[in-house]
């Protein structure tokens, strides 16, 4: 009797994930690291989140990008992966401009707190404009891009 041998298929390690539980992936991830450590470990130099580092709690490493902001640590998908980039290089020249002035680097008469990108970028604070608004939120002065926010 001839038994046929068959090659062992390598089990794939690649999973599906959602938004919702990549983000509870992080938190899990920060409440297991030790206090020096937190979330933006996870973010890489383009900002995608090294998902590789958080296999064990997703069961798998998935087999798509994600994305977060290392100043508001929102995570995004890849069809948003160019917000966390401005969120970061706004949200860092709006701190500047406000420690160095004490103001707001707002638009003039807009009915949501919008940030002036030409008053940024004029007073050198900011070198490339993103394409879409920007907003300050009252929450220590953290920037979205959601103007559902403020509804």
Same mark, same amino acid.
């Given at each position: 009797?001839?038994?046929?041998?068959?090659?062992?298929?390598?089990?794939?390690?690649?999973?599906?994930?959602?938004?919702?539980?990549?983000?509870?992936?992080?938190?899990?991830?920060?409440?297991?690291?030790?206090?020096?450590?937190?979330?933006?470990?996870?973010?890489?130099?383009?900002?995608?989140?090294?998902?590789?580092?958080?296999?064990?709690?997703?069961?798998?490493?998935?087999?798509?990008?994600?994305?977060?902001?290392?100043?508001?640590? +929102?995570?995004?998908?890849? +069809?948003?992966?160019?917000?966390?980039?401005?969120?970061?290089?706004?949200?860092?020249?709006?701190?500047?401009?406000?420690?160095?002035?004490?103001?707001?680097?707002?638009?003039?008469?807009?009915?949501?707190?919008?940030?002036?990108?030409?008053?940024?970028?004029?007073?050198?604070?900011?070198?490339?404009?993103?394409?879409?608004?920007?907003?300050?939120?009252? +929450?220590?002065?953290?920037?979205?891009?959601?103007?559902?926010?403020?509804?």
């Amino acid at each position: 009797m001839f038994f046929k041998r068959t090659k062992k298929q390598p089990q794939s390690d690649h999973v599906t994930v959602t938004l919702n539980q990549v983000k509870q992936a992080i938190r899990q991830f920060e409440e297991d690291m030790p206090a020096l450590i937190n979330r933006t470990a996870l973010i890489l130099d383009d900002k995608r989140i090294d998902l590789s580092r958080l296999k064990r709690y997703l069961g798998g490493v998935p087999d798509q990008n994600f994305y977060m902001s290392r100043e508001t640590y +929102e995570v995004f998908e890849e +069809e948003d992966k160019l917000v966390p980039y401005y969120l970061d290089m706004v949200q860092s020249a709006v701190d500047n401009y406000i420690s160095d002035t004490g103001q707001l680097p707002l638009v003039e008469d807009a009915w949501l707190p919008e940030v002036h990108y030409r008053l940024l970028a004029t007073e050198s604070y900011l070198k490339e404009t993103p394409p879409f608004p920007l907003y300050i939120t009252e +929450e220590e002065m953290m920037l979205t891009h959601r103007a559902a926010h403020f509804e």
